[in-house]
């Protein structure tokens, strides 16, 4: 088990932020998300917005890693939930795969406030605790994975003419997944 | 950005247009007097429940938990 933390701070207000946040797909930094569902939405009694969402994620899987986890699977599903809170300023979002989670469980949780010194900038809190299980691999997997969350989390792009396509790539899941296939998303640097 | 199901995305197009003007135009702002999307989300919804079983996607039954809910414990 491998448990990763960061921070990294936004230069741009909370509103431009989460706005960006909750558009983040499609992405051309990445491209393994190629579905978004939104399962459930509702508002709770504090008025606070809940959103359920599916992400559909293709894997870029070389094939002797597909050898080794014995699984040609390359379409897994995430689950994701989370929470706006527009009168305190926050927004938490947590995600868990679904599916091959007999080989990789990946939780993340993400929390996005103002900065507490300058209201012009956002924080991100963000964690990750990453579990492969029965490979004996693992260990070396693990590490890879949180190597490549570590550089991701740092990759923030502005794209379109909007200043709210700040696009972030910091879905666990998809990131690391693709950097196992160091083919698919490596090259979307910038 | 496509649905789960195909038939699905040009629903999803429409909801999340609805959803995307509400959220920043209305719900940041402290407006949240109802959402005006509850007709296109249904329609949508129904659409992608479908393509979920059809699929057999496991969102069922599943306890949400973020890493700081429990599987800490669970160490290896």
Redesign the interface.
């Given at each position: 088990?491998k448990?990763w933390s960061s921070e990294h701070v936004f230069g741009h207000p909370w509103?431009t932020v989460?706005?960006a946040a909750?558009?983040k797909?499609?992405n051309p930094m990445n491209p393994c998300?190629?579905?978004?569902?939104?399962?459930?939405?509702s508002?709770d009694n504090q008025?606070r917005?809940h959103s359920?969402r599916?992400l559909?994620t293709e894997w870029g899987l070389p094939s002797i890693v597909k050898a080794i986890l014995g699984t040609s699977r390359t379409l897994t599903?995430i689950?994701e939930?989370s929470v706006?809170d527009?009168?305190e300023k926050k927004m938490?979002l947590?995600s868990?795969n679904?599916?091959l989670t007999n080989l990789v469980?990946v939780?993340?949780?993400l929390v996005y406030t103002p900065h507490p010194e300058n209201p012009e900038k956002t924080v991100l809190t963000q964690?990750?605790?990453i579990?492969v299980?029965g490979v004996s691999l693992s260990s070396y997997l693990e590490s890879l994975m949180a190597n490549t969350i570590s550089s991701n989390a740092r990759k923030v792009c502005f794209c379109g003419k909007n200043s709210?396509a700040l696009v972030l790539l910091n879905t666990m899941l998809k990131a690391q997944t693709c950097r196992i296939g160091p083919i698919v998303c490596t090259t979307f640097y910038f | 950005m496509n649905s789960v199901g195909e038939a699905c995305t040009e629903l999803k197009r429409e909801y999340d247009q609805c959803f995307n003007r509400w959220f920043a135009e209305k719900f940041l702002k402290g407006e949240n007097a109802g959402d005006p999307c509850v007709q296109l989300f249904k329609r949508y919804q129904l659409c992608v429940q479908k393509a979920i079983k059809e699929k057999d996607i496991p969102i069922e039954g599943l306890e949400f938990m973020g890493p700081r809910k429990g599987k800490a414990e669970n160490s290896s």
């Amino acid at each position: 088990m491998k448990i990763w933390s960061s921070e990294h701070v936004f230069g741009h207000p909370w509103d431009t932020v989460i706005k960006a946040a909750m558009r983040k797909y499609p992405n051309p930094m990445n491209p393994c998300v190629v579905g978004v569902d939104v399962i459930d939405r509702s508002l709770d009694n504090q008025g606070r917005l809940h959103s359920h969402r599916l992400l559909s994620t293709e894997w870029g899987l070389p094939s002797i890693v597909k050898a080794i986890l014995g699984t040609s699977r390359t379409l897994t599903y995430i689950k994701e939930h989370s929470v706006v809170d527009p009168v305190e300023k926050k927004m938490e979002l947590c995600s868990t795969n679904i599916t091959l989670t007999n080989l990789v469980s990946v939780d993340e949780r993400l929390v996005y406030t103002p900065h507490p010194e300058n209201p012009e900038k956002t924080v991100l809190t963000q964690e990750a605790i990453i579990t492969v299980k029965g490979v004996s691999l693992s260990s070396y997997l693990e590490s890879l994975m949180a190597n490549t969350i570590s550089s991701n989390a740092r990759k923030v792009c502005f794209c379109g003419k909007n200043s709210w396509a700040l696009v972030l790539l910091n879905t666990m899941l998809k990131a690391q997944t693709c950097r196992i296939g160091p083919i698919v998303c490596t090259t979307f640097y910038f | 950005m496509n649905s789960v199901g195909e038939a699905c995305t040009e629903l999803k197009r429409e909801y999340d247009q609805c959803f995307n003007r509400w959220f920043a135009e209305k719900f940041l702002k402290g407006e949240n007097a109802g959402d005006p999307c509850v007709q296109l989300f249904k329609r949508y919804q129904l659409c992608v429940q479908k393509a979920i079983k059809e699929k057999d996607i496991p969102i069922e039954g599943l306890e949400f938990m973020g890493p700081r809910k429990g599987k800490a414990e669970n160490s290896s």
